[in-house]
């Protein structure tokens, strides 16, 4: 089946080191977002690729960037995580017209930070 | 600034009721309306959606009515089914590929 595939399923990282969550997709969607989600809050945009244009959200800190190699895949790295990015990262993308198709999600990855 | 808000956080209806979950929106702009159900430890999946220039669209159990006068719109679920009990989550966008969330509202349908 097509979809959205997020690799791990949880993560559990240091204060401070270096992680990177990873994204794939055989939908062949043009646009791919990366959102955070804390516990019983709004999935938050970070950023998102169409196709290989980047668009950072204003709010997004620096700590976190991300990598389009091609189409299939998307990277999340987090440079130096704090206690307060763990949260849930889900992936999603949308292959439809400008702002007027839905987005198709994967499970996410939940980013403890110890 | 909550663009979109989902003022109840919860909700519990009897198996074979009607529920309805409610969303507001402050944005003018917004123009395309989507509902989402998650599961824990899953990701959001797409339910149903509506465009500005409707009112009302429905899938089998899911109808979701827009009111574009007082910002509102809300899903019915009818007949409630014990498996639809999750947390739904609306979005809304305005003609752009950025889609902004609500908080969810997590809904509990009693056998």
């Known amino acids: 089946d097509a979809m959205v595939i997020q690799n791990p399923r949880y993560q559990v990282t240091q204060f401070g080191k270096p992680v990177t969550l990873s994204c794939s997709q055989t939908l062949n969607h043009n646009v791919m977002y990366w959102y955070q989600q804390k516990s019983s809050q709004a999935p938050k945009l970070l950023f998102h690729y169409y196709d290989k244009d980047f668009n950072n959200e204003a709010d997004t800190p620096d700590n976190f960037q991300s990598r389009r190699p091609n189409t299939s895949f998307c990277f999340l790295d987090i440079r130096s995580p704090g206690l307060g990015d763990a949260a849930m990262y889900l992936c999603?993308?949308?292959?439809?017209?400008?702002?007027?198709?839905?987005?198709?999600f994967g499970n996410g990855t939940r980013l403890t930070v110890t | 600034d909550q663009q979109v808000k989902q003022n109840s956080p919860s909700l519990s209806v009897q198996e074979g009721r009607i529920s309805i979950l409610n969303c507001d929106y402050t944005n003018s702009m917004f123009d395309y309306f989507l509902w989402y159900k998650k599961y824990p430890a899953e990701g959001p999946t797409f339910l149903i959606s509506i465009s500005s220039i409707k009112d009302k669209n429905e899938d089998g159990r899911f109808t979701v009515f827009l009111n574009k006068s007082a910002k509102h719109l809300s899903l019915h679920i009818v007949p409630s089914q014990p498996g639809d009990s999750a947390v739904y989550f609306c979005?809304?966008?305005?003609?752009?590929?950025?889609?902004?969330f609500g908080t969810g509202t997590r809904l509990k349908v009693l056998a």
């Open positions: 999603a993308t949308s292959g439809g017209q400008l702002g007027n198709s839905p987005l198709h």
């Open positions: 979005a809304a966008s305005s003609g752009t590929y950025k889609y902004i």
